[in-house]
Nanobody
Framework: QLQFVESGGGLVQPGGSLRLSCVAS????????IGWFRQDPGKEREAVSC????????NYADSVKGRFTISIDSAKNTVYLQMNNLKPEDTALYSC????????????????WGQGTQVTVSS
């Protein structure tokens, strides 16, 4: 089965940090772009960040620029999302998914969704 497995979420105080991991299962990350997304109940899924294994291009939502960093370790078939200076509005279920070659702005065009990992930012 082709999918991602996310981990690293948890409860953290405002200003804290977490590092999320996204491990590909059943395929390699070569020739894919991997995106991180988040969703709160009752809200639409939001694109957070994306990285292309093809050319290394990265992009970020305006709300996380300067705080989040996406990276890829091809040897481990894993994509990371380092999240610093977390805010209560970052609270959501974070998931990753893949798109062919380059990042896409269309969330529905991504595949191999994992179950997600919950991030809760609260004092």
């Amino acid at each position: 089965q082709l999918q991602f497995v996310e981990s690293g979420g948890g409860l953290v105080q405002p200003g804290g940090s977490l590092r999320l991991s996204c491990v590909a299962s059943g395929f390699t990350l070569d020739h894919y772009a991997i995106g991180w997304f988040r969703q709160d109940p009752g809200k639409e899924r939001e694109a957070v960040s994306c990285i292309s294994s093809t050319d290394g291009t990265t992009n970020y939502a305006d709300s996380v620029k300067g705080r989040f960093t996406i990276s890829i370790d091809s040897a481990k078939n894993t994509v990371y999302l380092q999240m610093n200076n977390l805010k209560p509005e970052d609270t959501a279920l974070y998931s990753c998914a893949a798109h062919g070659y380059y990042c896409s702005i269309y969330v529905v065009s991504y595949n191999y969704w994992g179950q997600g990992t919950q991030v809760t930012v609260s004092s």
